[in-house]
């Protein structure tokens, strides 16, 4: 009568792992959209995965459950215990950030996008930002805004963004990145100008961030800034 419990903790685990193995690429290839892939096939994957867990634990605290065989069991544990992790370390992350998903380093005068008309969402977002990232701010660099341009831009294409927009002369460029496991794609537009003193050989650079779908970025954006501000330098 429960020698079910032992391949049911074992089916249930490994469909776990799939849904998890599958969320993002399903997502990415258009397979289904980015809330089933995301709020439904991801998140879930914890769930049943939870649910194996606490089967194969009934399987082997049953003796004569465990009498057919513990390897079975053990590994639906492993796996039951393991694939939750992500997910629930995603909830954490976007818990520990504001809901938000359109990072700059110049909330005053965000940079604006060559190719597409996107709206700045204004105060709130500009004060939750400031309150989460507070280190977030304009770069400066030891360059003529023309010499400037061509950093940033070689920057952006190491970072592996697609380039989708450059113009030299107004010192602005824009670029798209990827994510690598759902592929949601985030726009980001970049500004050179003089720094405020007027000097010749100095510039300030001002990045923007801003992901696509969603309203929460988990953190993503700030993360992008950091990682090019660190490539500049």
């Given at each position: ?26 997502v ?25 867990a ?12 465990r ?23 995603f ?5 520990a ?17 060559m ?19 507070p ?51 985030d ?13 010749p ?21 700030a ?5 090019y ?5």
């Amino acid at each position: 009568m429960i020698g079910w419990l032992r391949p049911l903790a074992l089916v249930l685990a490994l469909s776990a792992l799939a849904m998890l193995a599958l969320s993002g690429p399903g997502v990415r290839f258009g397979i289904w959209s980015y809330r089933f892939g995301l709020l439904t096939v991801f998140a879930w994957s914890a769930y049943v995965a939870i649910a194996a867990a606490l089967i194969a634990a009934l399987a082997l605290a049953i003796p004569s459950a465990r009498a057919r065989g513990a390897l079975m069991p053990m590994l639906a544990l492993v796996v039951g215990l393991a694939v939750p992790y992500v997910p629930l370390q995603f909830r954490s992350q976007a818990r520990a950030v504001p809901p938000i998903n359109d990072i700059t380093t110049d909330t005053e005068n965000p940079p604006r996008y060559m190719t597409q008309q996107r709206a700045y969402p204004g105060v709130e977002f500009a004060r939750q930002q400031r309150a989460a990232y507070p280190d977030i701010g304009p770069l400066l660099l030891a360059l003529p805004p023309a010499a400037a341009f061509k950093k940033v831009l070689a920057a952006a294409e190491a970072m592996g963004w697609e380039v989708v927009g450059a113009d030299a002369a107004a010192g602005t460029l824009e670029a798209v990145d990827t994510t690598k496991f759902f592929g949601f794609k985030d726009d980001i537009a970049i500004r050179v100008t003089p720094t405020a003193d007027g000097s010749p050989n100095h510039s300030r650079v001002d990045i923007r961030s801003k992901s696509r779908v969603g309203r929460s970025d988990i953190g993503t954006n700030a993360r992008r800034i950091r990682a090019y501000a660190e490539r500049l330098k």
